[in-house]
């Protein structure tokens, strides 16, 4: 396992790597300082279940709310770039085709309601999960367009539920850095700031709602990207319990059966009570007995917290996450008079290098390098790495770099990793054991709110405040709460045991009380409009 001198001299070359990249940043982003303007339509401030609603009881129609999401969406993405590709005139179409099925319809509201819960609500789909008829390249560049053949199962069920896919947003290549950034599309922005990242490889998906450009939507989550991006972004994000969402539609795929154990589909969404309106439609009937709809006593929860690993690999949080931690902290105190307790772990100082084995360990997930007449096999990657290095590649530099890491993994004793195994598996019994049915843990997302581009090229080990619950199979909320001094969202996680993803969402509604949730981005320019 890592020692001491190891974990010291990866920080070193990070720090190695911060001397360059660092200064790199303020020029690449110097001339990004253009506001992306706040909502002003009423429409664009309300839930997806409280349109929903409307919507069936014929207050409003889809068609208007459809419309009211595509202006927003073509008013914000040139501050954003975070849609790849629009169906604008598909939508709306399919949302006056709803307004009639409501029109000449006798089914009580009710009965609407539980057969087509998402009755006409617009919605946005990550470039990687298939949407019929769309990009679903997941941001690699080809001499050809190749759209999606069909919907993936969750735009499947979405769309049987009565939603409408308005676009499909942006991601980093094959899903493979926490920038959104690829040589199709381009930088994605954060809207409270665009000079800074909005995370990934989410990061189009949670840009676009967090801007009231959509209202609700779909990521994937193999390290973070259902969490990091809205914790960036100041929405919410969930990490279901594996098998709970089928991945099936997504690219990357991967041929290894135990894919699912770690790598997870789920909702985005700018309002807490619609991840389980979300979460219900999405479910694959043969998954997970999760109890969505269970009631939750706050009251009889017991609450942990962790500030870390504890890896000294990672960043120890910043005062603006200690803060929001205190808060939350404070909260759960005043309210329900509960102690938050800290959360000890055995050996829990392993879990970096544990996450990073175990994911890596991962065979034949689609890459650049996979060869494209047998799945499990690869071509030679030397020369890609070798157009790198000129400057000749089309692919990004961390799809180029996955090869190599793959190969040197791999490559490493199987003895050494059978014991990181043995220790992963009495944390997860501890983990497991600690949590049982009846508590939550809140866990920092990251250790900053959200950092200029290209700042993960040394904040990268950072990953494990992540990975650390995609590796132990644990259901996560991003939650945010509030902002910071400077304007910038902050969040943490909320985590339970497996099957227990009723807690977490829980949870995240009572802090969307306590904190106010999702705050509009330079809501300070509509106070000024509002003044002149």
């Not at 807690?503 to 330079?522: D, S």
Request: overall charge neutral.
């Amino acid at each position: 396992m890592l020692n001491g001198f190891m974990r010291w001299f990866l920080r070193f070359l990070v720090s190695l790597l911060a001397i360059g990249v660092r200064p790199l940043t303020y020029l690449l982003n110097i001339k990004r300082n253009k506001k992306c303007p706040p909502p002003t339509n009423p429409l664009l401030f309300k839930s997806a279940t409280t349109l929903a609603m409307m919507i069936r009881n014929k207050q409003i129609t889809s068609e208007e709310v459809v419309t009211a999401y595509i202006e927003r969406c073509k008013e914000v993405n040139p501050y954003l770039n975070a849609i790849v590709e629009p169906r604008y005139d598909l939508a709306i179409k399919e949302a006056k085709c709803i307004d009639k099925m409501i029109a000449s319809n006798d089914r009580s509201t009710e009965e609407l309601a539980k057969e087509y819960p998402l009755l006409g609500i617009p919605m946005t789909v990550k470039e990687s999960i298939a949407v019929e008829g769309m990009s679903n390249d997941s941001g690699t560049v080809f001499p050809y367009r190749n759209p999606a053949k069909k919907d993936a199962d969750i735009v499947r069920r979405a769309r049987a539920a009565g939603a409408i896919p308005i676009a499909v947003t942006n991601t980093p290549q094959l899903c493979m850095n926490w920038e959104t950034y690829n040589n199709v599309t381009g930088l994605t922005m954060n809207p409270y700031d665009q000079r800074r990242t909005t995370g990934g490889s989410s990061g189009g998906e949670s840009a676009l709602i967090a801007s009231a450009a959509s209202i609700i939507g779909v990521g994937s989550d193999i390290a973070g990207s259902l969490r990091l991006p809205p914790m960036f972004n100041g929405i919410f994000g969930h990490k279901p319990t594996p098998k709970l969402v089928s991945i099936e539609g997504h690219v990357p795929d991967c041929l290894d059966p135990e894919f699912e154990e770690f790598f997870a589909l789920g909702p985005i969404t700018r309002y807490a009570e619609d991840l389980p309106l979300l979460l219900k439609v999405l479910r694959q009937p043969t998954g997970p007995d999760v109890p969505l709809d269970k009631p939750v006593d706050l009251t009889r929860l017991k609450f942990y917290y962790m500030e870390g690993d504890g890896s000294n690999v990672t960043d120890k949080i910043g005062s603006d996450i200690k803060m929001a931690m205190e808060k939350a902290k404070a909260y759960i105190k005043s309210t329900y008079n509960v102690d938050v307790k800290e959360l000890k772990i055995a050996n829990i100082e392993h879990m970096w290098e544990i996450s990073v084995r175990v994911l890596f360990n991962i065979q034949h997930v689609r890459n650049i390098f996979t060869d494209p007449e047998k799945r499990d096999q690869l071509i030679s990657m030397w020369p890609e790495v070798l157009k790198k290095m000129m400057g000749l590649s089309s692919h990004s530099l961390t799809c180029v770099a996955y090869g190599p890491a793959k190969k040197f993994f791999d490559a490493l004793p199987k003895n050494y990793y059978k014991k990181l195994l043995e220790v992963f598996e009495e944390i997860k019994t501890d983990f497991s054991e600690a949590l049982s049915d009846d508590a939550v843990l809140l866990f920092p997302t990251f250790p900053y709110p959200a950092h200029l581009h290209y700042r993960i090229f040394y904040r990268f080990l950072n990953f494990g405040y992540l990975t650390i619950f995609n590796a132990l199979g644990l259901p996560a909320t991003a939650c945010p709460i509030g902002l910071t001094d400077k304007g910038l969202p902050v969040g943490l996680q909320i985590v339970a045991n497996k099957c227990n993803d009723h807690l977490t969402i829980a949870v995240a509604r009572e802090f969307e009380k306590a904190f106010g949730g999702w705050t509009p981005p330079n809501k300070e320019l509509l106070n000024s409009i509002k003044t002149a």
